[in-house]
């Protein structure tokens, strides 16, 4: 079942306020996940966001699901990566530039099975929706 969009956005928010506010000594991690904030420009409104995401390493590079919880729509940062690939991450203290892009289907078939073995999740959500769930490779640029 997907997830609730408002229960989604108020835990997002406390998420985000005590990654913030600890400097990421608080929500680098959640349920022995590695969790990240990316922040992303708005497309329209042209204001930073930043979205707590679990992330999985590969390489240098930090790799996201843009599942939001299996709802029908793709989330709004995957829409602004998308117009505006240049953002940031912070995982943990650091704090990183990177280009998001999304993975092509080849290095999504890679890529996908690992991101379920991290979190067998996005696999239900992924059958919640029709919408092919997409995964965001996120490049180091400095």
Do not use: C, F
Request: net charge positive; aromatic share 6%.
């Amino acid at each position: 079942m997907a997830m609730n969009p408002t229960l989604m956005h108020t835990i997002a928010t406390i998420h985000r306020g005590l990654y913030k506010l600890t400097g990421g000594s608080i929500g680098a991690n959640l349920g022995g996940r590695p969790m990240l904030l990316l922040t992303t420009t708005g497309r329209r409104s042209g204001k930073k966001r930043a979205t707590p995401l679990q992330y999985l390493r590969d390489g240098e590079n930090m790799v996201v699901v843009a599942s939001n919880g299996g709802n029908k729509n793709h989330p709004a940062w995957l829409y602004n990566v998308q117009a505006n690939p240049e953002a940031t991450a912070q995982a943990g203290k650091k704090v990183k530039k990177v280009r998001a892009e999304t993975a092509n289907e080849e290095e999504r078939a890679r890529l996908w099975p690992l991101l379920l073995e991290a979190y067998h999740g996005y696999q239900d959500y992924e059958d919640e929706t029709e919408r092919t769930i997409q995964v965001v490779v996120l490049t180091p640029t400095a």
